[in-house]
């Protein structure tokens, strides 16, 4: 895939369908470690063990659909050309977490891309799925949590498309500045302290 | 300070409940994005970000745009089901954002089925 923001949109889509009803996505960024790693967890049904161990395999799927599964075996390929490489956790009936680890600076890291984008996906296709993402690059944090958002909302309803663009836009802003060193950014929930 | 504070919320909230309160009862359109691996390979999450603009410059309160999983066509993504109050799911195939659009403002706005694009013709 050519954003690392499709892999995480994709990951996540594995864990809604694995029926987890909150997704907690990661992406942390070291300048001095030259690292970037990207970590999906969810509180769905679990990856059987025997899947685990083979999630290199392109024709190893929890599908029904059809009988070959890409996504996590994609995801592995990209971090081990990059220096990194992929962790798999998970606990029947609890849930999953995926850590991609890639070296940052490596000529074949695909760039993050739009993580915007793949959010607006996410919440506005799964109204009643929350969603938690982290954005961390050396120390510095941003965190959009759906859960508080649709609580400091009230009666307005995030899926919206109206609402959701002025959340993304804020987002965006934020990252921005993330991104560039330039502003402190602060999780959300210290934001009425 | 953050960018993301209680106050850009109540703001936020402010700006959007007089349209929000056009926005009550069921929907009566839902368009399914289909977001497996093969889809988002395929250029379904910029089809969906399209889409997204769509709705909101349309002010329609009752179309739903909802993500769920491959529907096992893999080779047509990215695919979308469009379903209309009183009519058949219809299935678009190998959609992109400028596809996307016309098919919201032809079949969702106007109720023309686009059968060029139609998946299984």
């Known amino acids: ?193 | 300070m953050p960018e993301l504070t209680l106050e850009d919320l109540k703001r936020i909230k402010a700006k959007t409940t007089a349209a929000m309160a056009l926005r009550l009862g069921h929907p009566r359109a839902t368009i399914t994005v289909h977001l497996g691996d093969c889809g988002i390979s395929a250029g379904a999450r910029d089809v969906m970000q399209a889409l997204l603009g769509e709705v909101a410059e349309s002010r329609r309160p009752d179309v739903q745009v909802l993500a769920a999983d491959c529907m096992g066509n893999c080779a047509s993504e990215p695919n979308v089901t469009v379903w209309v109050e009183g009519s058949e799911p219809v299935v678009y195939q190998k959609m992109d954002r400028d596809k996307i659009k016309e098919v919201f403002r032809r079949h969702l706005l106007e109720g023309e089925v686009l059968r060029e694009h139609v998946l299984g013709r």
């Open chain 1, 1 to 193: 895939m050519r954003e690392l923001s499709l892999h995480i949109l994709d990951i996540a889509e594995n864990g809604i369908r694995a029926g987890a009803d909150r997704v907690a996505i990661r992406v942390e960024e070291s300048s001095a470690g030259d690292r970037l790693t990207l970590c999906v967890e969810d509180n769905g049904s679990g990856l059987p063990e025997d899947k685990i161990a083979r999630i290199d395999d392109p024709f190893v799927t929890t599908r029904t659909t059809r009988r070959v599964g890409l996504g996590l075996s994609l995801l592995a390929a990209a971090s081990r050309r990059c220096e990194g490489d992929i962790r798999v956790e998970s606990i029947r009936g609890k849930g999953t977490r995926i850590t991609a680890a890639f070296r940052r600076s490596h000529i074949d890291r695909a760039p993050l891309g739009d993580v915007v984008a793949t959010m607006e996906a996410l919440v506005l296709g799964h109204p009643h799925i929350d969603f938690c993402y982290t954005h961390r690059v050396d120390g510095e944090e941003f965190v959009m949590d759906t859960h508080d958002l649709k609580k400091e909302l009230g009666g307005l309803s995030l899926s919206d498309p109206l609402v959701w663009r002025r959340i993304a836009e804020a987002m965006r802003r934020a990252l921005g500045a993330l991104a560039s060193g330039s502003a402190p950014s602060l999780p959300l929930e210290d934001a009425d302290a």
